[in-house]
């Protein structure tokens, strides 16, 4: 879904390498977040939401942007006009463009590198095209599409089974995420997770109420 919200003003920076910026999207009913991730051979834009001309310039600092990547098929937001804007390709699973493809798609499944120390998780059960970014430096960083929210009045949980394909098969699913070292999580939904972030998650795919 294309978002309708107006251009944020600014953006936090995490670390050096991570930024995340949002807005809530009254046509969803949900808080939108977005993330920049400067690598070593360029800046990726993960689910982008529009941002103001100046906040998006000292965001994007003098670096290249690398691509624009969607983590499902409900996260079109900006994507398409930050992939025209900087002349980039868009990443993201076949899956997440039923119909028509954009000319510039860099097609992705579970286990392919994007760049080095950047790897796409592939999430089945969850919603089409569903993703999650792992990113190994610094201490490692997991950016999730919508398999895991992070919002009140839920929490750190699972996406809920009424907007999953199949929420058994995601949560089998999710479970190669244990094989993954993350400090950190971030999602597409709620504020990040900015330590333990593999402890949360063994927490939260352990427990019996939510298998």
């Known amino acids: 879904m294309v978002s309708r919200v107006r251009p944020v003003p600014d953006f936090d920076e995490i670390t050096s390498h991570l930024a995340i ?7 969803v009913k949900a808080e939108l977040y977005s993330t920049r991730l400067a690598t070593a051979k360029g800046t990726y834009l993960i689910d982008p939401i529009p941002l ?14 690398a691509g624009i990547v969607m983590t499902n098929g409900n996260h079109h937001r900006a994507v398409a006009r930050f992939a025209e804007q900087f002349g980039v390709g868009i990443v993201a699973h076949a899956d997440s463009f039923p119909d028509e ?7 992705v499944s579970d286990g392919d590198a994007i760049r080095d120390g950047l790897k796409v998780i592939g999430i089945d059960g969850a919603v089409p095209g569903e993703i999650v970014l792992d990113y190994t430096p610094n201490g490692g960083t997991l950016i999730v599409g919508d398999a895991l929210i992070n919002f009140e009045p839920h929490g750190f949980t699972l996406l809920p089974a009424k907007y999953c394909a199949n929420q058994k098969q995601m949560r089998r699913s ?31 795919l352990d427990n019996p109420k939510t298998n």
């Open 21 to 27: 910026w949002h807005a809530y999207d009254p046509g």
């Open 52 to 65: 103001h001309r100046e906040a998006l310039e000292q965001l994007i600092g003098s670096g290249p942007v």
């Open 101 to 107: 493809q954009p000319k510039r798609l860099r097609r």
């Open 174 to 204: 999710l479970r190669k995420l244990l094989d993954y070292k993350a400090e950190r999580m971030l999602f597409a939904h709620g504020p990040p997770i900015l330590s333990g972030a593999s402890e949360r998650l063994h927490g939260l």
